[in-house]
């Protein structure tokens, strides 16, 4: 939001839209973080999440109202949704932006993204069919201040949900209780990266930190292969941490992930190769 503000300047508008049951106490979470109007879909169907029907709520949406950019968090949701919004709409779709920026001579969107593995930087123009698409990681972009008095409009959209079908079926729904206290915070680390090969290998991981009480951080490899969740990803595109021991295995010390530890008081390295650019840190 804070970004979309940014890019809207003092002439355009910044849009929310929020899609679920019971949202309205969050729609006015959005106005305070910098939305100025927020497209409310409230309905008990949508009490549970389900991507199909996401997706045609937020393409039709998008088609009614003609933005010219559309953000998308980059979290399990996101990932998810935005590439089947993408191609219902026709349009392209940048992901993980960790920069974007309106050349208002051209009037285009100009975005940058990790490519290759994070070897290369990538520089993204849309062609001219709108609106450009972009998923943003958490904590790419500084959030607003809070502003509890900011006025704003929170449409309700009425759906008539006898005529959008979903292939989702939701069997039940438990909400697996979280624990953990925030990875930033934590005093103890100890993170897992590609080198531990698989999930049991990361169970180690998991196993040291309950051990020394400490919290658990991982790469984007280790992330990406499911061995644990988004919340425990350090790095450019995900959290910073500054432990007093951070314990880092199978890491190789790509520059996305260090990016992510420069505060640590203590780091203890284990990998096979000796020449890892995580030694030099």
């Not at 930087?121 to 990681?137: D, E, G, K, Q």
């Amino acid at each position: 939001l804070a970004k979309a503000r940014s890019l809207a300047g003092d002439e355009g508008t910044v849009t929310g839209i929020l899609v679920g049951h019971l949202l309205e106490p969050i729609a006015k979470k959005y106005i305070a973080c910098g939305a100025q109007r927020v497209l409310l879909v409230d309905h008990p169907t949508l009490a549970f999440y389900r991507a199909d029907l996401w997706t045609t709520i937020i393409g039709d949406l998008v088609r009614e109202h003609k933005p010219d950019i559309l953000l998308i968090g980059s979290s399990e949701f996101g990932k998810e949704v935005a590439p089947r919004v993408a191609k219902r709409l026709g349009v392209g779709l940048c992901a993980d932006c960790i920069s974007l920026d309106w050349d208002r001579g051209t009037e285009k969107l100009i975005a940058s993204s990790p490519a290759f593995g994070g070897s290369f930087l990538a520089h993204i123009v849309w062609n001219t069919r709108r609106p450009y698409m972009a998923t943003i990681s958490p904590g790419i972009f500084p959030e607003r201040l809070k502003d509890e008095n900011a006025r704003g409009e929170i449409v309700k959209v009425e759906k008539n949900f006898d005529h959008i079908s979903s292939k989702i079926n939701v069997i039940s729904s438990v909400r697996e209780p979280h624990q953990t206290s925030k990875l930033e915070d934590a005093k103890t680390v100890v993170a897992g990266g590609r080198g531990l090969k698989h999930s049991e290998g990361f169970n180690c991981v998991r196993e040291l930190a309950l051990l020394l009480g400490g919290e658990i951080g991982a790469t984007r490899p280790a992330v990406d292969a499911h061995w644990t969740s988004h919340e425990q990803l350090i790095g450019q595109t995900g959290r910073s941490v500054k432990p007093e021991l951070l314990i880092t295995c199978g890491t190789s010390g790509a520059v996305q992930y260090t990016a992510g530890m420069r505060g640590a008081g203590t780091i203890v390295a284990i990998n096979r190769d000796p020449h890892a650019p995580i030694f030099k840190v």
